[in-house]
């Protein structure tokens, strides 16, 4: 067999992975910027097809949220309870550090009746993100793109300090769960349009 011959099927291999990287990649974009417009039921459709393709995924920059945690956040927004729940305990086998998994399980295990577990599930989500925030901070070169006035942070600490009931407390995660996500993009456009687009470590797959 010639190099030719080796090379032809070694390259189309190459080709399949990166188009099925880009293909989730942009599958869970779609799907990040449906939750962020209201159309949680569009985002299903993205996030479940990328997960689907690899539930492994995560957003390839500074804050590595996975597919299952936003596909989570997704069917809690359309009111499928279970279906959040069961996703969401999975994203959390698969990854313990990821900034939304345990939020939005603590959330979903609220509202299918598990209370004592879904406020601690939900009060370490929220530490999650402050220790997350907190360590973005420190960086001298781009930390005080991340949450410069520090509104997330202190959101976070009133809610964990004050005596919130159920309600309140699954209505203060959605805020700083939506808040922290789009502080990921706002942080983004931060860097890049004052020449620290880089940082991120960019694409991946």
């Known amino acids: ?24 990649g942009s599958d869970v974009l779609a799907g990040r910027n449906a939750l962020q417009t209201g159309r949680a039921n569009d985002a299903i459709g993205y996030l479940t097809r990328a997960a689907e393709a690899d539930p492994n995924y995560k957003i390839p920059y500074r804050v590595r949220a996975g597919v299952l945690a936003y596909l989570g956040r997704a069917y809690l927004e359309t009111g499928k309870d279970t279906e959040a729940r069961q996703t969401l305990e999975k994203a959390v086998n698969l990854d313990k550090n990821d900034p939304f998994a345990h939020l939005y399980l603590g959330i ?3 509202k299918t009746g598990d209370r004592e577990r879904g406020r601690k599930e939900i009060d370490d989500g929220l530490r999650t993100i ?8 420190a960086d001298r070169v781009y930390g005080f793109y991340w949450d410069p006035g520090m509104q997330i942070r202190n959101d976070i600490r009133k809610s964990l300090a004050a005596k919130l009931d159920d309600a309140q407390l699954t ?12 502080e990921i993009d706002r942080a983004r456009r931060d860097e890049a349009r004052r020449g620290g687009g880089g940082s991120d470590g960019g694409g991946g797959s």
Do not use: K, N
């Open 130 to 137: 402050d220790d997350t925030l907190e360590y973005i901070a």
């Open 171 to 182: 209505m203060a995660g959605e805020y700083i769960g939506r808040q922290f996500d789009e």
């Open 108 to 110: 979903a295990m609220l």
């Open 1 to 24: 067999m010639t190099s030719e011959h080796v090379f032809a099927p070694i390259c189309f291999s190459v080709l399949l992975f990166i188009s099925g990287c880009s293909s989730v």
